[in-house]
């Protein structure tokens, strides 16, 4: 297994605002790496994939950067819709989430 | 339009058992692999496990390994997960969720999800 941790655990930021959300792998995952959004009551939704692809339909704010065992997330201008919680996940030796990122408005 | 409908769930006594059903549509199932990812309540997500397209290869969580089977039924466009020893660790949303690879190789990347059911683990 090659644990996750996502930081930080809550991020309080206002609308318009610019979010930095990172996750570290403890080796390398090389960029077998995504990053999901899930809202209250809703199932994950994919986002970014291979560490910096956008997922179809995701808007051009959301931006994935990383490679080995640091990888970050950035939401360029929160919108409404965008607070929510937030997952990293490698598939390399098993599919692994990290523990997630609340974005909650400030 | 892809849909994945999972079914099953409900409230289980400890050392019980249960199968999840999952019926994929908008898609060519027999092609893809496919994974079950949980969340209890409150908490994160957890891969349960992982099957291949053909059903020959199959990935568990050391949380529940020897105790639940993956399994598929193509002709039927049905993933299926059999759950026993239930313990009150296990309660949890089960989703079900397609994987954007054909091939059994780094899987766990799921595109599309279900909505999920609920699985109750209590005395």
């Known amino acids: 297994d090659i644990p996750l941790t996502q930081s930080p655990a809550t991020l309080s930021l206002s609308p318009g605002q610019r979010a930095t959300l990172s996750c570290r792998a403890s080796?390398?995952?090389?960029?077998?790496f995504a990053w999901y959004q899930q809202k209250p009551g809703q199932a994950p939704r994919l986002l970014i994939y291979?560490?910096?692809n956008r997922a179809a339909g995701i808007p051009a704010r959301f931006s994935g950067t990383g490679s080995g065992t640091d990888f970050t997330l950035t939401i360029s201008g929160l919108e409404p819709e965008d607070f929510a919680v937030y997952y990293c996940?490698?598939?390399?030796?098993?599919?692994?989430f990290g523990q997630g990122t609340k974005v909650e408005i400030k | 339009e892809v849909l994945l409908l999972e079914s099953g769930g409900g409230l289980v006594q400890p050392g019980g058992s249960l199968r999840l059903s999952c019926t994929a549509s908008?898609?060519?199932?027999?092609?893809?692999?496919m994974n079950w990812v949980r969340q209890a309540p409150g908490k994160g997500l957890e891969c349960v496990s992982v099957?291949?397209?053909?059903?020959?290869?199959?990935h568990y969580a050391d949380s529940v390994r020897g105790r639940f089977t993956i399994s598929r039924d193509n002709s039927r466009n049905t993933l299926y997960l059999q759950m026993n020893d239930l313990r009150a660790e296990d309660t949890a949303t089960y989703y079900c969720?397609?994987?954007?690879?054909?091939?059994?190789?780094?899987?766990?990347?799921?595109?599309?999800w279900g909505q999920g059911t609920l699985v109750t683990v209590s005395s």
């Open positions: 908008g898609f060519t199932f027999s092609s893809y692999v």
């Open positions: 080796q390398s995952v090389t960029t077998f």
């Open positions: 099957i291949s397209s053909s059903g020959d290869n199959t």
């Open positions: 291979d560490a910096s």
């Open positions: 969720a397609k994987d954007v690879s054909v091939h059994w190789h780094f899987v766990g990347l799921a595109d599309y």
């Open positions: 996940q490698h598939r390399v030796q098993g599919p692994t």
